[in-house]
C-alpha cells in the first residue's frame, strides 16, 4: 500500500529533524536510538524510523505488536545547556502522550482520542499509541522517545488477545492514513510541546493534559513498586503525578503502573 511507504525526502526536509535513520526492519528503534545517542557529535533531534519491528517493546515486559501499516520510530532528544533538561523529562513523558493525541485527533476528528496516564494514548477506549522514555547510561544526557502508533494495522489481524483493548486509525474511521502525514504531524506536534515545557514548564500545559485525560472520575487500580493502591482518579497535580482518592485519604503518585481502570 502506497499509504504505508514513508516518503524520506519529505521527512529530511521538514525541519523538524537534523538526522533520520530508516530501516525495512529492525528488532527496535529504542535499540538502535540508543547506539546512536552514545555518539558524541549526534545531531539532534535523531530520527530511527523502521517499517517493521521483531522486537518491539513498551514498558516494563510489555511488547508491541509492530508490523506493517503500523508507525515505529524512537526520537532522540538532547538535554545539553538551552535543551530540555533532565528536571523536565517527567513533565515531557506527560508531554509527549498529550502531543501525540492532539496530533492523532487531528487525522481523526470522530474518534475520541485521549491520554492515560502517563503517556498511552487511547482512541474510542482502546490502545492506539504506546510511548517508551528512556535515558540509557551512555546516552550523553539525550533522552530517547519511542513512539508505537496503530494506523493502517487494523485490529481484525492481530493476535486474539489483543482485539478488544487496542485498536488503529483504520479501524476507528474505516480510512487508511499517509503514514508519512501521520508522523510529521507527530513531530510537529512536539516540537511545539517540547517549546512550551522548555520555556514556560509543564503549568503551562497542565489545564490541557486534564482535559484530554481518559482515567479522571474513574476507579483505577495502580501498581506503585510491590503496593498495588485502588482509589477513584482525580486527574494530576502540578507536577503531573496521577491523583487517587483512596481509602486512606487522597494520593499522589510519581511512578507506577495503571493495571485496571472502569
Request: glycine share 10%.
Amino acid at each position: 500500500m502506497k499509504r504505508d511507504r514513508f516518503d524520506l525526502p519529505q521527512l529530511a526536509r521538514s525541519g523538524l529533524i537534523e538526522r533520520l535513520e530508516f530501516h525495512q526492519s529492525l528488532a527496535s528503534t529504542n535499540d538502535r536510538a540508543a547506539a546512536l545517542a552514545a555518539e558524541e557529535w549526534l545531531a539532534c533531534p535523531a530520527l530511527v524510523l523502521a517499517q517493521e519491528q521483531t522486537a518491539g517493546r513498551g514498558r516494563g515486559s510489555n511488547r508491541w505488536w509492530s508490523v506493517p501499516g503500523s508507525l515505529m520510530f524512537s526520537l532522540i532528544i538532547s538535554g545539553s545547556p538551552g535543551e530540555l533538561g533532565p528536571a523536565q523529562w517527567p513533565g515531557f513523558s506527560l508531554v509527549a502522550g498529550l502531543a501525540v493525541c492532539e496530533a492523532l485527533a487531528s487525522h481523526c476528528l470522530a474518534a475520541d482520542i485521549a491520554v492515560k496516564w502517563p503517556n498511552d494514548v487511547y482512541a474510542n477506549e482502546r490502545k492506539i499509541c504506546g510511548i517508551l522514555i528512556e535515558s540509557p547510561a551512555p546516552a550523553r544526557g539525550r533522552m530517547i522517545v519511542g513512539i508505537g502508533v496503530n494506523v493502517n494495522n487494523s485490529f481484525a489481524d492481530a493476535p486474539e488477545e489483543l482485539r478488544d483493548s487496542a485498536t488503529a486509525l483504520c479501524d476507528v474511521d474505516g480510512q487508511p492514513h499517509d503514514l508519512t502525514d501521520v508522523l510529521r504531524s507527530i513531530l510537529g506536534s512536539l516540537d511545539q510541546r517540547w517549546q512550551q515545557l522548555r520555556e514556560q514548564g509543564f503549568s503551562s500545559l497542565r489545564q490541557e493534559w486534564r482535559d484530554r485525560s481518559l482515567l479522571t472520575g474513574r476507579i483505577v487500580q495502580l501498581q506503585a513498586g510491590a503496593q498495588r493502591h485502588t482509589g477513584r482518579c482525580l486527574g494530576i497535580d502540578d507536577d503531573g503525578a496521577l491523583l487517587l482518592q483512596t481509602e486512606r485519604g487522597r494520593q499522589s503518585f510519581h511512578a507506577g503502573s495503571i493495571v485496571s481502570f472502569e
